[in-house]
Nanobody, 121 residues
């Protein structure tokens, strides 16, 4: 099993910045991908940014140029640097890790508990 612990959410004014962190721990595992999703009230969960092992990353169009996903592979931590925040970025942000646990044949998606990001206008 893999456990994810998120931190870094909070309240910020429009135009400000926040950095989210997510640390993965648990059984022996390898990571295929790490990413961030978000869910605003009344809306479906959506992809924000995702980084696959090997370096390929993708971003939602709404955050391109403002958000950056970073990984510390040795520490198994993924960050989301969020700049030029807008009120429409307000949501609960979830860390997601696709991992292959030792002894398993298939990868599994693991989710963090979520952290609230609120951007005031």
């Amino acid at each position: 099993q893999v456990q994810l612990v998120e931190s870094g959410g909070g309240l910020v004014q429009a135009g400000g910045s926040l950095r989210l962190s997510c640390a993965a721990s648990g059984s022996t595992f390898s990571i295929n991908a790490m990413g961030w999703y978000r869910q605003a009230p009344g809306k479906q969960r959506e992809l924000v940014a995702r980084s696959r092992s090997g370096g390929r990353t993708n971003y939602a169009d709404s955050v391109k140029g403002r958000f950056t996903i970073l990984r510390d592979n040795a520490k198994k931590i993924v960050y989301l640097q969020m700049n030029s925040l807008k009120p429409e970025d307000t949501a609960v942000y979830y860390c997601q890790v696709e991992a292959l646990v030792s002894g398993s044949y298939y990868t599994t998606d693991y989710w963090g508990q979520g952290t609230q990001v609120t951007v005031s206008s």
